[in-house]
């Protein structure tokens, strides 16, 4: 089963400032067809998750270009360019290249300062 | 796109209960689906899948044996039957479509199982 390690465990941000979250495979999320399928999710409090993120770097539609996803391999970064008051929430990151099981990271809580 | 799950409430250790999943809003019937589970105050587990036909079905560890996924593609809609119940699977239960379809994926509200003597 594939292990991810996401940090920090909670982010305190001032509004208008960067975020970054780092997600950390136990190994390598590149398939067999070429493709990383690495996802990042937001969960709003008392709402349902929300992808953002697909294949690393990929933004689903609606979601502000303030997010980006980026890495390769093991090592995978969410960041926010400017927080603003409505990304408050818990991120996950997830693999959907070996599975199953598909497999989240543990979360990261993003709060304002 | 919808996904309303319905089916969950309070039961004993033990016992049993049905989930349901109605989809509107896409072609159900051409994609794999899921169900994801999230226990309070703590993180997202997947349960478990099924293929569009339903002849491939693939379960958590965690739930192998003890829960049952199905589909019915004229109605649209995903099941988990849960047999043997324990108190570590009270939970909120989320169908959700495929994780690694570029530009669509969705979660439903949700429907919550409380598993309590």
């Known amino acids: 089963e594939v292990v991810l390690t996401q940090s920090p465990l909670s982010l305190p941000v001032t509004l208008g400032q960067p975020a970054s979250i780092s997600c950390r495979s136990s190994q390598s999320l590149v398939h067999s067809d070429g493709d990383t399928y690495l996802n990042w999710f937001q969960q709003r409090p008392g709402q349902s998750p929300r992808r953002l993120i697909y294949k690393v770097s990929n933004r689903d539609s609606g979601v502000p270009d303030r997010f980006s996803g980026s890495g390769s391999g093991t090592d995978f970064t969410l960041r926010i360019s400017r927080v603003e008051a409505e990304d408050v929430g818990v991120y996950y990151c997830?693999?959907?290249?070996?599975?199953?099981?598909?497999?989240f990271g543990g979360g990261t809580k993003v709060e304002i300062k | 796109v919808q996904l309303v799950e319905s089916g969950g409430g309070l039961v004993q250790p033990g016992g049993s209960l049905r989930l349901s999943c109605a989809a509107s809003?896409?072609?159900?019937?051409?994609?794999?689906m899921n169900w994801v589970r999230q226990a309070p105050g703590r993180g997202l587990e997947w349960v478990a899948n099924?293929?569009?036909?339903?002849?491939?079905?693939k379960y958590a560890d965690s739930v192998q044996g003890r829960f049952t996924i199905s589909r019915d593609n004229a109605q649209s809609s995903l099941y988990l039957q849960m047999n043997s119940l324990r108190a570590e699977d009270t939970a909120v239960y989320y169908c959700?479509?495929?994780?690694?379809?570029?530009?669509?994926?969705?979660w439903g509200r949700g429907t919550p199982v409380t598993v309590s003597s």
């Open positions: 959700t479509s495929p994780f690694t379809v570029d530009n669509f994926q969705h």
């Open positions: 997830m693999q959907g290249t070996y599975w199953p099981p598909f497999t």
């Open positions: 809003g896409f072609s159900f019937n051409t994609l794999w």
């Open positions: 099924m293929n569009q036909d339903g002849s491939d079905k």
